[in-house]
């Protein structure tokens, strides 16, 4: 007998004309992604695909089970409260000591500032045991304005030099909490 989905997500695809005054920036070559009105924003690149699941979304660089690597994002909205000093560098210990892959190599861990919020990521080198192949996993917690956002970002050693730039991007360009009440405008108000 099937299983029966967890859940009955029906996603709707929404395309908005863009006046010309708008203030949606993103690099060439790149889309914005924004979850939650605001509360998560990066530059992805523009011919990835984008496939929502139930609790994250997923960005590849081709249609699986033909792509290389897998982008995903998940985030919460925290409740009122001082988060200033949340041990972001010990949770992000703490995770990479309980990955069940095999782990071959641990890097450092990278911490950025970046108005409210505290971002820190680090990669690691593991063996896929299905692939029987070498991929390194960078992973990533922000939290700041509110929210808290978790990012994945899987990958074969071989293409370490086409998607490390990616990587690059996604830091540079993540935003959290910045709320947009009108799509089409790009404008961040605070709500």
């Not at 370490?160 to 830091?171: G, H, I, K, Q």
């Amino acid at each position: 007998m099937a299983k029966k989905p967890k859940h009955d997500l029906k996603w709707v695809k929404e395309t908005l004309s863009l006046p010309e005054n708008h203030n949606w920036k993103s690099q060439d070559g790149y889309n914005i992604f924004v979850a939650g009105r605001g509360a998560v924003r990066f530059d992805v690149p523009e011919d990835w695909i984008f496939e929502p699941d139930e609790k994250s979304f997923k960005f590849f660089d081709g249609k699986p089970p033909n792509d290389n690597c897998r982008l995903e994002v998940s985030y919460n909205l925290l409740p009122e409260g001082d988060w200033t000093l949340f041990p972001l560098v010990s949770v992000m210990k703490e995770l990479v000591e309980k990955d069940e892959r095999n782990i071959l190599e641990k890097g450092e861990i990278i911490s950025l500032k970046r108005q409210t919020a505290r971002i820190v990521w680090t990669e690691f080198k593991f063996l896929d045991s299905q692939e029987n192949r070498e991929a390194y996993s960078r992973t990533c917690i922000g939290l700041g304005s509110g929210v808290q956002c978790l990012i994945t970002f899987d990958y074969w050693v071989d293409d370490a030099e086409r998607l490390t730039p990616v990587w690059d991007v996604v830091m540079n360009t993540l935003t959290l909490g910045l709320f947009i009440r009108d799509p089409r405008q790009g404008f961040a108000f605070p709500d």
